[in-house]
């Protein structure tokens, strides 16, 4: 069972427009509402593809009783953790040529009390987990070590964990020494504070982030494919695309996929890259089943060209 951390939830409308032409009335081609947050989309792509998965999140409002209801209609075991504040409600636009406009809200803020009852809770289920997944930022209330903590209590529990966050909530719960940290490119080269034009930069930057606590580092480079850096050495992954519609949730499609093959080693990248790839080929924040999945090539960095450079590099 993969249990999932997301601290500040939401619920995701995506509309497909022809094109976004500022101060214009603008007709959906199609509009659909998902559960949110990076976690929770890490359960959904699990519960998509048959694995048992339970999410833990602070819920608020009627829009947190919409979410914990659109939840449990995916088959997804919520633990939720009562809040004064409201879930909040995020709006992205997507165009056909891939181009997506997010407008993410703040959501609530959490109380001291709040926030030790969502520790509390990641705790006592996380005993019997195989890993427990803590995705996204912080919600306003928590400070940047809360994940560390987070950290520190599911490893008591005997849980392996998986961490996406970036900034000073990444680099705090390094201490902790994380299982794996899912960094994309840009948070990569926030965390070692320099930029990252080429893969060999980003596998220079994977190892900086083990040196620092991390076990492994499984790091999106979007276009480029994945990377994965860990005790076996650097092995990077990719696959072929044929159209992006929506890029919404597909770094977390990837970290579902590398959790449920195991969570170690190139067959879990392998599955990352599946998931990831086939997830940017779907509208809004739709996880992929296994009929959607792609096959991903997965080689040793020994055999990629270290110094060719990123798509988008991060400056």
């Given at each position: 069972?993969?249990?999932?951390?997301?601290?500040?939830?939401?619920?995701?409308?995506?509309?497909e427009?022809?094109?976004?032409?500022?101060?214009?009335?603008?007709?959906?081609?199609?509009?659909?509402?998902?559960?949110?947050?990076?976690?929770?989309?890490?359960?959904?792509?699990?519960?998509?593809?048959?694995?048992?998965?339970?999410?833990?999140?602070?819920?608020?409002?009627?829009?947190g009783?919409?979410?914990?209801?659109?939840?449990?209609?995916?088959?997804?075991?919520?633990?939720?953790?009562p809040?004064?504040?409201?879930?909040?409600?995020?709006?992205?636009?997507?165009?056909?040529?891939?181009?997506?406009?997010?407008?993410?809200?703040?959501?609530?803020?959490?109380t001291?009390?709040?926030?030790?009852?969502?520790?509390?809770?990641?705790?006592?289920?996380?005993?019997?987990?195989?890993?427990?997944a803590?995705?996204?930022?912080?919600?306003?209330?928590?400070?940047?070590?809360?994940?560390a903590?987070?950290?520190?209590?599911?490893?008591?529990?005997?849980?392996?964990?998986?961490?996406?966050?970036?900034?000073?909530?990444l680099?705090?719960?390094?201490?902790?020494?994380p299982?794996?940290?899912?960094?994309n490119?840009?948070?990569?080269?926030?965390?070692?504070?320099?930029?990252?034009?080429?893969?060999g930069d980003a596998?220079?930057?994977?190892?900086e982030?083990?040196?620092?606590?991390?076990?492994?580092?499984?790091?999106?480079?979007?276009?480029?494919?994945q990377?994965?850096?860990?005790?076996?050495?650097a092995?990077?992954?990719?696959?072929?695309?044929?159209?992006?519609?929506?890029?919404?949730?597909?770094?977390?499609?990837?970290?579902?996929?590398?959790?449920?093959?195991?969570?170690?080693?190139?067959?879990?990248?392998?599955?990352?890259v599946?998931?990831?790839?086939?997830?940017?080929?779907?509208p809004?924040?739709?996880?992929?089943?296994p009929?959607?999945?792609?096959?991903?090539a997965?080689?040793?960095?020994d055999?990629?060209?270290?110094?060719?450079p990123l798509?988008?590099?991060?400056?």
């Amino acid at each position: 069972m993969i249990l999932t951390v997301t601290p500040n939830p939401s619920l995701d409308r995506t509309y497909e427009i022809p094109a976004l032409d500022r101060g214009a009335v603008l007709r959906a081609t199609a509009d659909r509402i998902d559960p949110g947050g990076k976690g929770v989309n890490v359960s959904r792509a699990l519960a998509a593809a048959g694995h048992r998965t339970l999410a833990v999140l602070p819920l608020g409002g009627p829009a947190g009783a919409a979410l914990a209801e659109l939840l449990g209609a995916a088959d997804i075991e919520v633990a939720g953790v009562p809040v004064a504040g409201q879930t909040r409600s995020n709006i992205a636009v997507a165009e056909p040529d891939g181009t997506l406009t997010k407008i993410n809200a703040t959501g609530p803020e959490l109380t001291p009390a709040e926030s030790e009852a969502l520790l509390t809770a990641v705790g006592e289920r996380s005993v019997g987990a195989d890993w427990v997944a803590c995705c996204g930022s912080l919600p306003r209330g928590l400070p940047p070590e809360w994940y560390a903590e987070l950290v520190a209590r599911a490893h008591r529990a005997g849980a392996r964990i998986a961490l996406d966050t970036s900034g000073p909530s990444l680099t705090a719960a390094l201490r902790e020494r994380p299982d794996v940290v899912k960094p994309n490119a840009e948070e990569l080269a926030q965390a070692v504070g320099r930029p990252l034009a080429t893969l060999g930069d980003a596998v220079k930057a994977a190892e900086e982030l083990r040196a620092a606590g991390a076990r492994a580092v499984l790091a999106s480079l979007g276009a480029d494919g994945q990377l994965l850096v860990d005790d076996d050495g650097a092995h990077f992954g990719s696959a072929p695309v044929a159209v992006v519609r929506s890029n919404v949730g597909a770094g977390d499609a990837s970290l579902a996929g590398f959790l449920a093959a195991g969570g170690t080693g190139v067959r879990a990248l392998a599955a990352a890259v599946a998931h990831g790839a086939a997830a940017v080929q779907l509208p809004g924040s739709l996880m992929p089943t296994p009929s959607d999945l792609v096959p991903a090539a997965v080689t040793t960095t020994d055999n990629v060209p270290l110094g060719r450079p990123l798509t988008e590099p991060v400056p």
